[in-house]
Structures are given as C-alpha cells and as structure tokens.
C-alpha cells in the first residue's frame, strides 16, 4: 500500500472517532506475531494478506484502496463486536 493511501486511510479513519477502537483492534489482530523479525520490520500486516484482501473486496490486488470501504469494513467489525 502506498504512502499516499496510507495517509488517506488515516486520515479517514481519524475523523472518525467511534471507529478508533475497532480500528486498532483490527490492527493488532492483522499485524503478524514477532514482526519486528521479518521485513519491513514494521508492525503492519503481511502482503499476502493484504493481496487476499484486495481480491476479495475487488477482484484484483492491484485494485487501489478506496477509504470508504476501510470505514465501512471497520464499521461492520465494530457491529460485529457488540453482537457478541
């Protein structure tokens, strides 16, 4: 993913602060374990998993990153939690 999605993920999800939680939430759940062993040594999730990803929210991986469908993923997570 590139900078400038990162930055508008980011920025959409920090106008928004109900999804915060959730978002941070994911994060942790999507960030492999002992990351900080493996390239990019940065704690964000695997290519591979991020591909699968793409293919099935788009039909592609190369498919860019809309940060509407970032909200409404994290909004789903988030109704998902309180049905719990």
């Known amino acids: 993913m590139s900078l400038r999605a990162n930055l508008a ?3 959409a999800v920090a106008r928004q ?3 915060w939680r ?7 759940r999507t960030t492999p374990s002992r990351w900080w062993r493996r390239r990019p040594f940065l ?3 695997s290519g591979e998993y991020l591909r699968f990803r793409m293919v099935t929210q788009y039909g592609r991986a190369d498919h860019p ?3 509407d ?7 789903w997570c988030r109704l998902q939690e ?3």
């Open 9 to 11: 993920v980011g920025v």
């Open 17 to 19: 602060p109900r999804l």
């Open 22 to 28: 959730t978002a941070i939430a994911q994060w942790r």
């Open 43 to 45: 704690p964000v999730p």
């Open 65 to 67: 990153i809309v940060p």
């Open 69 to 75: 469908d970032v909200l409404n993923y994290l909004e």
């Open 82 to 84: 309180k049905c719990r």
